[in-house]
């Protein structure tokens, strides 16, 4: 896998969420895909920036254009050295919480993406990694 | 501080949601606007999303919760507007917004509000 651009923002505020949703728009725009997959790329995104924040004390997030075989996606990197998760498959299931939303976070944004990956250790963070191909 | 504005319209609040909100403004909102259901002695509130451009599952949450304390307060809640990609997004994402009732716009919104508030009155 090519990455044609890259492009690191923090995770840190309310606001900044809002500034990656744009961000990441702005990139799908650019990279010609269609108003409904942007949509999806755009709403995941929110999802783990809002995930990295709140159970994450905040972080990172790399937005990347790639380029495999041919074809032309974006990944989204979020990383934060939060307390981590200790049972990543329970925190996969659809409706399971710790912090009182809807536990749609992980496994929406997952269903959102067409890969999917995620590394967590306690004490060490969490790192969620989505591509979105075009 | 920053705050979306609600218009009151008869027995009507009317909210049109044009910027790209955060969560804090979002329950802000859900503030405002109950407070604003009791002040008002509203009926009916309709919310217009058609400036949306995704609704994930927080602002999905906020809509839900609106809808369910508005009832509880005695009025009616409709969502309008919402577009298609958002709703495509939405479902897949997992949320169905049960308890919600939407309309394609305004004008079938109202439609919807008044009907609901006369059937109500009837009961």
């Not at chain 1, 959102?112 to 004490?123: R, T, Y």
């Not at chain 2, 009832?71 to 479902?91: F, N, Q």
Request: charge should be neutral; glycine fraction near 10%.
């Amino acid at each position: 896998m090519t990455v044609l651009l890259s492009d690191q923002r923090t995770v840190q505020s309310a606001e900044d969420v809002v500034a990656i949703r744009q961000a990441v728009r702005q990139r799908a725009v650019e990279l010609g895909f269609n108003l409904v997959d942007q949509t999806k790329i755009v709403t995941a995104a929110s999802e783990l920036a809002r995930n990295t924040l709140q159970h994450g004390g905040g972080g990172h997030v790399t937005i990347e254009a790639v380029e495999d075989f041919g074809r032309r996606g974006i990944r989204l990197t979020f990383k934060d050295e939060g307390p981590g998760i200790p049972d990543v498959a329970l925190a996969m299931k659809d409706g399971f919480t710790t912090g009182g939303g809807l536990g749609l976070g992980l496994s929406g944004a997952r269903r959102l993406s067409n890969d999917f990956s995620i590394e967590s250790a306690p004490a060490k963070g969490t790192r969620v990694t989505i591509t979105r191909w075009r | 501080m920053e705050r979306i504005p609600i218009l009151k319209m008869g027995e009507y609040l009317l909210v049109t949601i044009q910027v790209d909100m955060h969560d804090r403004l979002a329950m802000t909102l859900q503030d405002d606007l109950t407070t604003r259901i009791v002040d008002a002695r509203a009926k009916g509130v309709l919310i217009d999303i058609s400036a949306l451009e995704i609704v994930d599952s927080f602002i999905g949450r906020m809509l839900a919760d609106i809808a369910a304390m508005s009832r509880v307060l005695d009025a009616e809640t409709v969502v309008v507007g919402m577009r298609p990609a958002v709703a495509i997004t939405l479902v897949e994402l997992g949320l169905s917004l049960s308890g919600v009732r939407t309309a394609l716009n305004v004008e079938r919104g109202m439609d919807l509000l008044r009907e609901r508030i006369r059937e109500r009155s009837s009961e």
